[in-house]
């Protein structure tokens, strides 16, 4: 069973650039959620694709922009970085029915290092 | 106040010995709770989940929830060195995917 899985794992920046991050949700799972986690913080959510529609959406700004494709992988893009975007960016995937049993599995991530 | 706080640590306990980790959250509305064990450079891995008052026990994890008083622990029996790291509370409204997580306690078991 192929869990989530996330590319690259790191990646290099410089102030400005663009970067694209790639997700595939786990087997059988329909929706996948973007979180940003500086060091020595927890997970901030970004926001989350479900039916390749962006269903729900944090306190990020535009810059941060996002796609889900038909087989429900998702790309997360972010546009003129900032030394602030420093950080793992997470992906985690879960079943996309409104229901209380919400849980999210999470990908081993990508370092993102702006300079 | 902070959606779901968390005492940073570390909490330091002794292998064999039980580890309790507190979480209290804010919004009245959620539903779902979840514990996310973290250890250092890695990402978040589920460990336990629970959505109605009481015990949750799964192995040597136990989960408790009280809604009234809006607080959520774990509890690590038998702790051992490889628990060590960091336990992440998160929080979800009823209907709603977004996951609001706590900055984390950070667990220490000594040998």
């Known amino acids: 069973d192929a869990g989530v899985t996330q590319s690259p794992t790191h990646l290099i920046k410089t102030r400005g650039q663009q970067v694209t991050l790639r997700c595939s949700p786990k087997?059988?799972?329909?929706?996948v959620s973007w979180y940003q986690q500086a060091l020595g913080q927890g997970p901030q959510f970004i926001f989350q694709y479900y039916e390749e529609e962006e269903r729900q959406r944090g306190n990020f700004p535009d810059r941060f922009s996002g796609h889900q494709f038909p087989n429900y992988s998702s790309e997360l893009n972010v546009n003129a970085l900032l030394l602030g975007d420093s950080a793992l960016y997470l992906c985690?995937?879960?079943?996309?029915?409104?229901?209380?049993?919400?849980?999210?599995?999470f990908g081993p991530g990508t370092r993102l290092t702006v300079l | 106040q902070k959606e779901v706080e968390q005492n940073s640590g570390p909490l330091s306990v002794p292998e064999g010995a039980i580890a309790s980790l507190n979480c209290t959250y804010s919004d009245r509305v959620s539903q779902s709770f979840f514990w996310y064990r973290q250890y250092s450079g890695k990402s978040p891995e589920l460990i336990m989940s629970?959505?109605?008052?009481g015990d949750k026990e799964d192995g040597r994890f136990t989960a408790q929830l009280n809604k009234a008083s809006q607080y959520v622990s774990l509890l690590i029996r038998d702790s051992q060195p490889s628990d060590s790291a960091t336990y992440l509370c998160?929080?979800?409204?009823?209907?709603?995917?977004?996951?609001?997580f706590g900055t984390g306690t950070r667990l220490l078991v000594s040998p």
């Open positions: 087997s059988g799972h329909d929706t």
């Open positions: 985690a995937s879960s079943l996309g029915r409104i229901s209380s049993y919400n849980e999210q599995f």
């Open positions: 998160a929080v979800a409204r009823r209907g709603f995917q977004k996951l609001v």
């Open positions: 629970i959505y109605s008052n």
